[in-house]
């Protein structure tokens, strides 16, 4: 998402981020397998026992263009990454009404909207 026209007729944008109106949603059972390809993927990059493995292990999970001279840290940031955010969906609350808007499918560009029952007191809810 980088623009969403809300039906109160805010525009929800999220181009700055981190921002305090954008987040992600995932159920149990998603977010399960999310943590088993980590848990395998880390242990995975771990198990390499010399350069020239560990390098073929990220070019094959991220492409030609991924470094290969990243330290351990970022490379565990980036498989958490490309893990979690393949089984989340993207989620933006509008700050004028308090809706939020919930990714259809993950990567997509169609979002459905959720509005509060409660009024203001939802405001922020994404925003800790
Ligand atoms: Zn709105």
Redesign the pocket.
Known sequence: MSKIK???G?VISNVSAPSNTDGWISGDVANEHSQEDFRNLVSALLQTVNEVERSKFLTKLFGELYPTDLHDSEVIDDIRDKVFSSRAKSVAE?N??G?IWIQLTAGGQDYASFAPDSGDECLGILKF
């Open positions: 809300c039906l109160c805010n509008c004028k009404c809706r």
